[in-house]
């Protein structure tokens, strides 16, 4: 891959590979960080880039043959064709012909970090936060960046009824998760709820033993959360009325008030319908996770304007809820007029793999602009991050990641991930190199997680 700094109005031009030139501060969550590297980021920052010559896709408007992308600050400046863009005569100007370059890629739903929520004491735990579990330093987050992903929502497992509060973290430099994760208007860190049925939560007391009582479970903690917050309410502000605090249904409250998405496991199409049943009952917004069954209740899915967080590839096999999986899910949701986007779990499916669960949506007959946005602007939308990322627009994070060709192409390799205007993935670099190509426990010794265990499951 070859790159050619050059001023605005610089006619000579000299190739050299984007490997020799000067790099970013990148390396992901390996090290202290020290003020000489702060420096070295600021200075990266504070001059604009324009990539030049790529196909461009946008998502939110057509893609642009020859286009130019603009950058500075960490935002997006300027997207658009070459010759009617704009490229300020400060700018390094990057020639990146004959490459694709698309949004950073979103993911829905993983498991990187090693994170746990509840443990065996009971089914329901909300009060349980992924974020006081979440090792910055696995090496799935070097994965993730080598599969072009930006944006992932880390949750704990579905072995609970409701596991705990998930995360939304952008995949920058940091040590420490309060630096990745993404902020509410208010300051505090984003994420959702995680919440499960079907058979993972289903075991030996206290935890439930049917379809029919985990319901009722979930139903029982949803109205005691409502009469915790007409306490709150009547109170009306004198602490001498208020409840005794209880971190389990103060994060519910959120969740009532719209403020918290109900992030739900289910798979088989009596347990989506129950999701939405409860979802009506109490107005909680929620995404559906998994679906093996999306295709059996497509229009009923559609007409409860239930997002879908589709995964296409449920490996390891042998779940019998997962047995009516079928790539026929991506198109049936399309054509029903559902919200999609396609999520790894992983480790059940590797990050560096994410576009391919978009290209089997395609090949079972969902149209490219729509599986693009599935990998992209519709999960953007389901973290409610859609204002920061998602799509290549003017203000927007400057997340996007540089494709040797068409996305959903078996032989399409991630040639450059950059987060908010730094690169943190060069296929060009050795390290970067083995996280996308080693093979399982690259980089760091295996961690072993029971995905049906306790806080675990997919």
Same mark, same amino acid.
């Given at each position: 891959?070859?790159?050619?700094?050059?001023?605005?109005?610089?006619?000579?031009?000299?190739?050299?590979?984007?490997?020799?030139?000067?790099?970013?501060?990148?390396?992901?969550?390996?090290?202290?960080?020290?003020?000489?590297?702060?420096?070295?980021?600021?200075?990266?920052?504070?001059?604009?880039?324009?990539?030049?010559?790529?196909?461009?896709?946008?998502?939110?408007?057509?893609?642009?043959?020859?286009?130019?992308?603009?950058?500075?600050?960490?935002?997006?400046?300027?997207?658009?064709?070459?010759?009617?863009?704009?490229?300020?005569?400060?700018?390094?100007?990057?020639?990146?012909?004959?490459?694709?370059?698309?949004?950073?890629?979103?993911?829905?739903?993983?498991?990187?970090?090693?994170?746990?929520?509840?443990?065996?004491?009971?089914?329901?735990?909300?009060?349980?936060?992924?974020?006081?579990?979440?090792?910055?330093?696995?090496?799935?987050?070097?994965?993730?960046?080598?599969?072009?992903?930006?944006?992932?929502?880390?949750?704990?497992?579905?072995?609970?009824?409701?596991?705990?509060?998930?995360?939304?973290?952008?995949?920058?430099?940091?040590?420490?998760?309060?630096?990745?994760?993404?902020?509410?208007?208010?300051?505090?860190?984003?994420?959702?709820?995680?919440?499960?049925?079907?058979?993972?939560?289903?075991?030996?007391?206290?935890?439930?033993?049917?379809?029919?009582?985990?319901?009722?479970?979930?139903?029982?903690?949803?109205?005691?959360?409502? +009469?915790?917050?007409?306490?709150?309410?009547?109170?009306?502000?004198?602490?001498?009325?208020?409840?005794?605090?209880?971190?389990?249904?103060?994060?519910?409250? +959120?969740?009532?008030?719209?403020?918290?998405?109900?992030?739900?496991?289910?798979?088989?199409?009596?347990?989506?319908?129950?999701?939405?049943?409860?979802?009506?009952?109490?107005?909680?917004?929620?995404?559906?996770?998994?679906?093996?069954?999306?295709?059996?209740?497509?229009?009923?899915?559609?007409?409860?304007?239930?997002?879908?967080?589709?995964?296409?590839?449920?490996?390891?096999?042998?779940?019998?809820?997962?047995?009516?999986?079928?790539?026929?899910?991506?198109?049936?949701? +399309?054509?029903?007029?559902?919200?999609?986007?396609?999520?790894?779990?992983?480790?059940?499916?590797?990050?560096?793999?994410?576009?391919?669960?978009?290209?089997?949506?395609?090949?079972?007959?969902?149209?490219?602009?729509?599986?693009?946005?599935?990998?992209?602007?519709?999960?953007?939308?389901?973290?409610?991050?859609?204002?920061?990322?998602?799509?290549?627009?003017?203000?927007?994070?400057?997340?996007?990641?540089?494709?040797?060709?068409?996305?959903?192409?078996?032989?399409?390799?991630?040639? +450059?991930?950059?987060?908010?205007?730094?690169?943190?993935?060069?296929?060009?670099?050795?390290?970067?190199?083995?996280?996308?190509?080693?093979?399982?426990?690259?980089?760091?010794?295996?961690?072993?997680?029971?995905?049906?265990?306790?806080?675990?499951?997919?």
């Amino acid at each position: 891959m070859y790159g050619r700094p050059v001023s605005a109005n610089d006619k000579r031009v000299q190739m050299i590979k984007i490997s020799e030139r000067p790099r970013s501060v990148r390396r992901p969550f390996t090290g202290v960080m020290v003020m000489a590297m702060a420096c070295a980021l600021s200075a990266v920052q504070a001059e604009p880039i324009a990539f030049i010559g790529a196909e461009i896709m946008p998502v939110s408007r057509e893609p642009i043959a020859n286009g130019v992308l603009v950058i500075e600050d960490g935002e997006i400046v300027r997207v658009g064709e070459a010759g009617r863009t704009r490229i300020p005569r400060d700018a390094e100007v990057i020639d990146v012909a004959g490459m694709v370059i698309v949004p950073g890629f979103v993911d829905t739903h993983s498991h990187i970090g090693e994170p746990a929520g509840g443990d065996r004491s009971g089914p329901i735990q909300p009060e349980a936060r992924v974020m006081d579990s979440l090792n910055v330093r696995d090496a799935g987050f070097r994965r993730a960046l080598a599969g072009g992903l930006t944006t992932v929502h880390v949750m704990s497992g579905s072995g609970h009824l409701m596991s705990g509060q998930s995360v939304y973290v952008k995949l920058r430099e940091g040590n420490d998760v309060t630096a990745i994760a993404y902020r509410n208007a208010d300051g505090s860190i984003a994420g959702g709820m995680k919440m499960a049925n079907g058979t993972n939560s289903r075991r030996d007391p206290p935890f439930p033993g049917t379809r029919a009582k985990s319901a009722a479970l979930v139903r029982q903690k949803f109205i005691a959360a409502q +009469e915790y917050l007409r306490k709150i309410e009547n109170a009306d502000g004198d602490d001498s009325k208020m409840p005794d605090r209880d971190l389990g249904l103060e994060a519910m409250i +959120e969740v009532l008030r719209g403020q918290r998405i109900v992030h739900h496991h289910t798979h088989r199409h009596d347990d989506v319908m129950t999701v939405l049943r409860l979802q009506e009952e109490f107005g909680f917004r929620v995404v559906l996770h998994h679906v093996s069954e999306a295709h059996r209740v497509a229009n009923e899915i559609a007409a409860a304007s239930a997002p879908v967080s589709l995964i296409l590839i449920d490996s390891p096999g042998g779940k019998l809820e997962a047995q009516y999986n079928d790539l026929e899910s991506a198109p049936a949701l +399309e054509q029903a007029g559902a919200n999609v986007s396609f999520h790894t779990d992983d480790y059940i499916s590797d990050s560096r793999l994410y576009m391919r669960q978009a290209a089997l949506g395609v090949r079972a007959g969902m149209s490219r602009p729509y599986a693009l946005r599935a990998l992209t602007l519709a999960g953007a939308e389901m973290l409610d991050l859609d204002d920061r990322v998602g799509s290549l627009e003017p203000g927007k994070d400057a997340d996007f990641v540089i494709l040797s060709g068409d996305p959903f192409s078996v032989y399409t390799r991630v040639q +450059e991930t950059w987060v908010e205007g730094v690169k943190r993935f060069d296929i060009d670099d050795p390290d970067d190199r083995a996280a996308a190509e080693g093979g399982f426990g690259v980089l760091q010794p295996s961690v072993l997680v029971d995905f049906h265990g306790y806080g675990e499951g997919h």
